[in-house]
C-alpha cells in the first residue's frame, strides 16, 4: 500500500506540505492500532480538501525525502565554508570604509564587513507526448515542442559586523517547508565588564532559569522579538518582549509493551546469514569476499578463483604461500571485499561468520584465512603479489576458499549412489540451520515463554513432550535452574549448560552425525560449545545442536535422565535442498513481551532545541539518553529506564505551525542574585497573552 490520495494536490505533494501559499494548516493524526497516519488541511477549523491516508513508514519515507533534501542543499553551502566558519573564495566578503562618530564608537568601534553566501539553481524540465498518425482535435493539431517547467532554488546566508559589538544575520532558503527557517536577526554583544551583555533583534529565544515552579518549559524558541542579557555585580538578568511564532506542546507517554505470541515451524531457519569457515576449528586472519553475479556493479572488484579446496604450496608463489589443489573444482567471479563488523562478524574462536544481511541466490560467499595446525600457520587462498584490477585474468587474480556457492550449485551431499553429487556438495554443512528469527527486538527476558510441540496429523491435541519429558530440556534448552543446579526448570537457559559442552576451538566438534562420514562431513565429538541460547535485544533463537530436530547427539556425560533424543526426528531440514512445507513435524511457539523506545509527539516540524525531555523527573539529554527527528516528531529513547513498563515520560517542545490564526505575545524578566557558589536567589516574571482572529462582539453592542 502506498497511501490513498484523497485530495486534489498534485503528486509531487503527497504530504500537503510544498503549497507555496501556505495559507492553511496542516495537522498530522498517527493511527496506532492501525499503523496509519491521516494528514489533513483546514482554514480556521474548517476542512479545506478531504485527508491524505497512509502507512507509517510511507509517510515516513516522504518525510525523509524531504528532510534529505534540505541537508543536501545544506551542505552544499557549507562545502563553500571552511573550518573557521568565514566565507571562502566562492563566497563574498565585504569589508565597508565606513567611519563612526567618536561618541558612537566608543559604544560599538568602528568598520564594517558584510559576508554573503550561498546558492541559486535553476532548472528547465518539459514533456511532450505525440502520437503517431494522431489526429487533428478542434483545438489544434499535437505539440511537437514540450511544455517547459521552471524551477528556481535560492539559499543565502548573510552575516555582517558593525564595530566590534553589533552583528547582522540573515538566512534565507525558498525550499523551506517552515517559515521559522527563514531567520533575521540583529545581536549586540557587549564587553565582559559592560552591565549590558546581549541584545537581540529579530529571531531569538528565551531560556529560564529556576523555572520548576513556573508553568511553562524552561526553553522557548521560535520567538520574534527584543531580548536583552545583562549581569550587575551579583545580579543577572534577562527581559523579553516579543510575539510568539512557535506553539507550545506537551505529551505524556509511559512505557509501552505488546504481548505476542507467535508459532515458528522447524523448517524455518535463517537462511544465508550463519556459515562455519574451518570445521569449528579456531581462526586467525580473515578476509571475506562476495560475487554477486551482477555484471553492470563490478567497480572496484577484483577478479578470481573460490576453490573448494585451497591446499599449500610453495611460499614464494605468493602473498601468504598458498595455491589451490589440482583437483578442487571452482568458481570465477568478480569479488567485492567486504568489512567486518558492517558487512559480517567473525567469532574467531569457531570460525562462525554472522552475515549482517541475507545472501542472495546469485551470490558467492568466499574467504581467505590463516589458522594453526599445530606448530604451523596454514592459509586457505592467496593473494598475488602484484596489483590487481578488474582486466587481470581470473587465473592470476584472487584464489578463496568458497564458504556458498550460487542456489543452482547448492545442493547437500545426494545418498543415492546412483545420483551425482553437486561439485560443491561439501559446502551444504557449512551454513548452520540452528538459529531461529524470533520477529522482534528488545525482547524482555523475564516475559519470555518456549514451548516445542510435535505435529501430529489430524490430532486435536498438541504435544510438548516426549514420554513426559519436555522438548526445550531434550534439546538443551532447558537443563539447569535459576541456581544453575542440573535441574530444569521449564524456562530457557540464558547460556547452554549441558554436561557435554566442550571448549570453543576443539578439534573433535563435528558437522555431522556420526553415520554421515560417507557424505563427506567429517566426524568428531559433541558439536556443543559456549553459546547463547537466546539473544534477546536481537530477537533469536540458536539450538546448541547444529541439527536440533535431527540430533546429531544425546547429551553425554549428563545424568541418566538427560541422555535423551527426539524419537521422531526430521533430517529434511537439514539434507534436503527444497524441503515441502508439507515436511515439518515439529513447531516452536513463543510467548515473550516486547519494549517499545520510539514514540510519536503527533506534532512535526518541531523546533530544534526547543524539547525538554523528562523521565520519572528526571531531565534527559539528546544524544546520550534519546534522540529526536524535528522533521516527523519521532523520539526514540536510548535508556533502559525508558522501555520499564511504568516509566513516566514527558516532552515539552515546540513546533512551527503551518498557519498561525492567533497572535501570541510573551513578555518577561527573568533575575538571579548569586550570593555564592551553591546558593542564590530567582525571580521570573512572565506576561502571555493571546489575541483571538474572531470579532466578538460585547453585550450591549450587537
Known amino acids: 500500500m502506498t497511501g490513498v490520495r484523497l485530495s486534489p494536490y498534485r503528486e509531487g505533494s503527497p504530504l500537503l506540505l510544498n503549497d507555496p501559499t501556505r495559507n492553511y494548516e496542516v495537522k498530522v493524526a498517527v493511527d496506532l492500532d ?9 482554514w480556521k477549523e474548517v476542512p479545506v480538501t478531504y485527508p491524505w491516508v497512509a502507512p507509517v513508514d510511507v509517510y515516513l519515507s516522504e518525510m525523509r525525502k524531504q528532510a534529505l533534501a534540505r541537508k543536501v542543499t545544506d551542505q552544499g553551502l557549507k562545502n563553500t565554508r571552511d573550518p573557521g566558519g568565514r566565507a571562502g573564495t566562492s563566497a563574498f566578503n565585504i569589508d565597508l570604509p565606513v567611519r563612526f562618530p567618536k561618541t558612537l564608537s566608543r559604544i560599538i568601534g568602528q568598520g564594517a564587513n558584510i559576508q554573503v553566501s550561498g546558492s541559486e539553481s535553476i532548472t528547465f524540465s ?34 555582517g559586523t558593525i564595530g566590534d559589538k553589533v552583528k547582522v544575520e540573515l538566512q534565507h532558503n525558498s525550499e523551506s ?49 527584543v531580548k536583552m542579557v545583562g549581569k550587575m555585580g551579583k545580579l543577572d538578568f534577562t527581559t523579553v518582549l516579543s510575539q510568539q511564532q512557535g506553539r507550545t506542546d506537551r505529551e505524556s507517554f509511559s512505557g509501552q509493551s505488546s504481548v505476542d505470541t507467535i508459532s515458528i515451524n522447524d523448517l524455518d531457519y535463517i537462511r544465508g546469514r550463519y556459515f562455519m569457515v574451518n570445521n569449528y576449528r579456531a581462526i586467525q586472519d580473515i578476509r571475506v569476499f562476495i560475487d554477486d553475479n551482477n555484471g553492470t556493479n ?61 545472501l542472495g541466490d546469485s551470490d558467492i560467499l568466499a574467504v581467505w584465512y590463516t589458522f594453526q595446525n599445530g606448530a604451523v600457520l596454514d592459509t586457505a587462498g592467496f593473494v598475488p603479489l602484484g596489483p590487481i584490477t578488474t582486466e587481470t585474468p581470473p587465473e592470476e587474480g584472487l584464489v578463496l576458499k568458497i564458504i556458498r556457492p550460487r542456489k543452482n550449485d547448492y545442493r547437500p551431499p545426494s545418498r543415492n549412489a546412483d545420483i551425482v553429487s553437486s561439485l560443491f556438495a561439501e559446502t551444504w554443512y557449512y551454513q548452520q540451520r540452528n538459529v531461529y528469527s524470533l520477529r522482534a527486538a ?29 522438548y526445550i530440556q531434550i534439546m538443551g534448552l532447558d537443563l539447569v535452574d535459576q541456581n544453575l543446579s542440573y535441574t530444569p526448570d521449564g524456562f530457557v537457559d540464558l547460556e547452554y549448560q549441558g554436561c557435554a559442552r566442550t571448549t570453543p576451538g576443539l578439534e573433535n566438534n563435528s558437522l555431522g552425525r556420526d553415520d554421515q562420514d560417507s557424505l563427506g562431513v567429517p566426524p568428531g565429538g559433541l558439536p556443543y560449545w559456549w553459546t547463547r541460547n537466546v539473544d534477546y535485544e536481537r530477537g533469536l533463537l540458536r539450538f546448541p545442536d547444529l541439527r536440533p530436530f535431527d540430533p546429531i547427539y544425546d547429551h553425554q556425560g549428563c545424568p541418566a535422565t538427560q541422555q535423551l533424543r527426539i524419537t521422531q526426528p526430521n533430517p529434511v531440514i537439514y539434507d534436503n535442498h527444497d524441503p515441502r512445507s508439507t515436511d515439518s513435524k515439529y513447531e516452536i511457539v513463543v510467548r515473550y513481551k516486547t519494549s517499545r523506545s520510539s514514540f510519536f509527539l503527533g506534532r512535526s516540524n518541531i523546533l530544534e532545541g526547543s524539547e525538554v525531555v523528562k523521565l520519572n523527573g528526571r531531565t534527559l539529554n539528546r544524544g546520550s539518553d534519546y534522540r529526536i527527528t524535528y522533521e516527523i516528531g519521532q523520539i526514540e529513547f536510548l535508556t533502559e529506564e525508558a522501555l520499564v513498563p511504568d516509566a513516566d515520560i514527558t516532552v515539552d517542545f515546540e513546533y512551527a505551525p503551518f498557519l498561525s490564526q492567533a497572535q501570541k505575545s510573551l513578555i518577561g524578566a527573568a533575575a538571579s542574585y548569586n550570593f555564592s557558589e551553591d546558593t542564590k536567589m530567582s525571580s521570573i516574571f512572565l506576561f502571555k497573552g493571546k489575541r483571538t482572529p474572531f470579532e466578538r462582539p460585547r453585550l450591549g453592542q450587537e
Do not use: C, W
Open 126 to 159: 518539459g514533456e511532450t507526448q505525440y502520437y503517431i498518425r494522431g489526429r487533428d482535435t478542434e483545438s489544434g493539431g499535437q505539440r511537437i515542442f514540450p511544455e517547459l517547467d521552471m524551477r528556481q532554488q535560492l539559499q543565502v546566508n548573510l552575516t
Open 177 to 225: 517547508q517552515v517559515p521559522l527557517e527563514n531567520r533575521i536577526k540583529l545581536r549586540y554583544e557587549g564587553y565582559d565588564d559592560e552591565i549590558i551583555q546581549k541584545i537581540e533583534v529579530g529571531n531569538t529565544n528565551l531560556a529560564l532559569p529556576g523555572n520548576q515552579f513556573v508553568s511553562l518549559s524552561s526553553q522557548q524558541q521560535g520567538l520574534f522579538g
Open 442 to 470: 528488545n525482547i524482555q527476558q523475564e516475559d519470555f515463554e518456549i514451548h516445542i510441540f510435535q505435529k501430529s496429523a489430524g490430532a486435536t491435541e498438541r504435544f510438548d513432550r516426549q514420554a513426559g519429558i519436555p
Open 298 to 358: 563490478n567497480i572496484g572488484t577484483l577478479p578470481g578463483r573460490s576453490f573448494l579446496f585451497p591446499a599449500t604450496a610453495d611460499p614464494a608463489d605468493s602473498l601468504d604461500g598458498t595455491k589451490p589443489g589440482p583437483d578442487s573444482p571452482f568458481e570465477i567471479g568478480q569479488f567485492e571485499e567486504l568489512q567486518e563488523l558492517t558487512d559480517y562478524e567473525i567469532f574467531r574462536e569457531t570460525g562462525l561468520i554472522t552475515m549482517n544481511k541475507q
Open 34 to 42: 492501525r499503523s496509519l497516519v491521516v494528514v489533513s488541511a483546514t
